[in-house]
């Protein structure tokens, strides 16, 4: 199935660093969001995007919405043990068959304090 | 106000077997949406439900089929189960269709 590109694949960092992670793709969507996971949960809404070029901020965490419409980032600022888990972004493609969200693979970050 | 809830949280069948899944949307929320998560993947879209009527279909065969019912709850059902069904499977409600879905917690299948 398809897939966006999701960099990077893992994380290692230390406790209060900063944290950056980006979403790919070649298809153009209207609607960016970005996903928390804890293992055996579903994933949690953290940012919704609905326009190009868009940047918004939840607490630490700031993404923004490509201008190409074609990508996004996630930025995590000053790191906490409970940031661990697999962040995944995903794009909104809305037409008649429906809507569907497209992810990508995931994130996989590890905190250590 | 009650998020998306899913039973069972774990089962367990074998190759051949059926299955049926289920969702409650939170509340006031109108669509149902299906994903299959495998494990170290992204969720797989397999379908929207949209006021009882499929509204949106991903690249899963026929043996995957769903419901929604008037209280805007789903099924997800699978038939000739395979052991490449081994998942979570996920399911997401919105408000309509093309607002941001909320997901809940998952059932884990695994098919032996």
């Known amino acids: 199935g398809q897939q966006l590109n999701q960099s990077p694949q893992s994380m290692f960092i230390q406790e209060g660093e900063d944290v950056s992670m980006n979403c790919t793709s070649s298809s153009i969507f209207n609607t960016w969001l970005w996903y928390k996971q804890d293992p055996g949960e579903g994933p949690v809404l953290l940012i919704a995007l609905y326009k190009a070029g868009e940047l918004t901020s939840n607490g630490r965490l700031t993404a923004q919405f490509g201008i190409t419409r074609k990508d996004s980032f996630l930025n995590i600022s000053a790191s906490i043990p409970s940031d661990v888990g697999i962040y995944f972004c995903?794009?909104?493609?809305?037409?008649?068959?429906?809507?569907?969200?497209?992810f990508g693979k995931g994130t996989t970050l590890s905190v250590s304090s | 106000e009650t998020g998306v809830t899913q039973s069972p949280t774990h089962l367990i069948k074998t190759r051949g077997q059926q299955v049926t899944l289920r969702c409650s949307s939170q509340s006031g929320h109108n669509t149902v949406s299906w994903y299959q998560q495998a494990l170290g993947q992204g969720p797989q879209f397999i379908f929207q439900?949209?006021?009882?009527?499929?509204?949106g279909r991903g690249n899963f065969p026929p043996r995957f089929s769903g419901l929604q019912f008037p209280n805007y709850s789903s099924e997800l059902n699978v038939n000739a189960l395979e052991l490449d069904d081994s998942a979570l499977y996920l399911c997401?409600?919105?408000?309509?269709?093309?607002?941001?879905?909320?997901f809940g917690p998952g059932t884990r299948l695994l098919v032996l």
């Open positions: 995903a794009g909104q493609l809305s037409n008649q068959a429906g809507t569907a969200l497209i």
């Open positions: 997401a409600s919105s408000l309509i269709a093309v607002e941001t879905q909320y």
């Open positions: 439900y949209y006021r009882e009527e499929e509204n």
